[in-house]
């Protein structure tokens, strides 16, 4: 070969070389676009997470998701006062449905109109409505009462109580027989602040809704209240007739001791049936409210996953697009919520969970036997609860008396409301 065409043979190949740089740098993959989203989760949400990342990455390939998960209960209002004091609040946030009213003042969160909204059930709707605007979207729904051991109450002739001397008289019957009446986990403080608001929506929001903010506005006090008072002594009763180790007991070791029927009612949340089923799920178990004073003490409900956005967020747009797809998709809410042992705030979704107890979940929201929880917890956000709860601890153990609760309440009423 001469030297003329090796020349034009190096050429040639050189081209094709860069034509080939060129090429593959076109089939390089684009940069994702990154979305931010913190997520604060109940015992019964691990897992939740997966299904959802799942869901997004299929519909939403161009997207780089970054999760935050934390414990909602021990650390969620903590990362949110951070994110909210540093500006650096993520594009998605998935809370309860208590965290509008404690974060709708900062600003931070963003209307939803009704083409978000038209196919969730009402009553779901109402803890999350400030001023008839929506600010945050209910996936899911738990109850919170008393699970009892109903073999349990049947072998000694014991009824579901409905005034706190009818429970005196079911917890006197259980420790003569040798049964612990409670199951109890007070290792976590949050399971404290829980108890003391579900006592509380039935002794005093149920009468009195604006109980809260009359509490802020000064007209109500802790100090002066005979019902929060008895609210804080039922939780003594609790720790009264529970094991004597519950202090260092966890949700998980009481699920099971309650599971293999070591205790006979357990104060919690229907996300405990997520342990209790897998366990035990041939227990016969039902549900009631904890009893207030004069009889008439309905089954709590909560709005637990709850959609919120950043107003101030750069992918508004597309975390409006992630959330439509996502309350589109009834079978991913019926996976979910069988899952976390939940029931769909989605008017059209039928979900299979909570079969131990659905019968007499069932009854009570027939006969309109039910309040949502939010109407103490929007009030008296969780950060106050959870520092009133600390307090609760240690009068339990002896270190202050209940006058120092119940003031500590009141010289702190400025903490019960919203963030600023």
């Not at 919120?308 to 747009?317: L, P």
Request: glycine share 6%; with cysteine; net charge negative.
């Amino acid at each position: 070969m001469t030297r003329k065409y090796v020349f034009l043979a190096m050429a040639f190949l050189i081209g094709l070389s860069g034509c080939a740089s060129s090429y593959y740098q076109i089939l390089e993959e684009p940069q994702k676009q990154i979305f931010t989203v913190l997520f604060g989760q109940s015992n019964s949400d691990p897992g939740v997470e997966d299904m959802l990342t799942d869901k997004i990455h299929a519909e939403f390939p161009e997207i780089s998701l970054e999760w935050e998960s934390v414990d909602w209960g021990d650390y969620f209002s903590i990362e949110m006062q951070a994110r909210l004091a540093a500006g650096e609040v993520p594009d998605m946030i998935i809370g309860k449905a208590q965290d509008v009213a404690a974060y709708k003042s900062s600003g931070y969160l963003a209307e939803f109109d009704s083409s978000f909204y038209s196919n969730i059930k009402e009553e779901a709707l109402e803890s999350v409505t400030v001023d008839g605007k929506v600010y945050g979207l209910p996936y899911n729904i738990f109850y919170q009462g008393v699970l009892y051991n109903k073999n349990v109450f049947w072998r000694y002739g014991l009824t579901p109580p409905k005034t706190p001397a009818e429970m005196d008289d079911v917890i006197a019957r259980l420790n003569e027989v040798g049964i612990t009446p409670f199951a109890a986990h007070f290792r976590e403080p949050w399971y404290v602040g829980n108890v003391s608001m579900q006592f509380a929506v039935n002794q005093v929001f149920l009468n009195n809704p604006l109980w809260g903010d009359e509490f802020r506005a000064g007209i109500r006090s802790f100090q002066t209240s005979d019902e929060y008072a008895m609210c804080y002594m039922q939780v003594k009763t609790l720790f009264d007739n529970t094991w004597l180790d519950a202090l260092t007991v966890d949700q998980h070791e009481c699920a099971k001791r309650f599971a293999s029927q070591e205790a006979a009612m357990y104060v919690t949340g229907t996300w405990s049936m997520q342990a209790i089923g897998t366990m035990r799920p041939d227990l016969v178990v039902g549900i009631f409210p904890y009893p207030n004073e004069d009889g008439t003490a309905k089954l709590l409900f909560e709005p637990n996953l709850t959609f919120m956005r950043n107003s101030r967020s750069e992918q508004g747009k597309i975390a409006d697009e992630i959330i439509k797809s996502i309350f589109d998709d009834k079978e991913l809410a019926q996976t979910i919520c069988a899952f976390a042992q939940t029931l769909s705030t989605l008017k059209d979704v039928e979900v299979a969970s909570m079969r131990q107890i659905e019968a007499d979940i069932k009854e009570f929201t027939d006969n309109r036997q039910t309040i949502d929880v939010t109407v103490g917890n929007r009030q008296l956000v969780w950060r106050f609860q959870d520092a009133c709860a600390r307090q609760v601890y240690n009068w339990l153990e002896g270190r202050i008396e209940l006058e120092d609760v119940l003031r500590f309440a009141d010289e702190n009423r400025t903490e019960s409301g919203g963030s600023s």
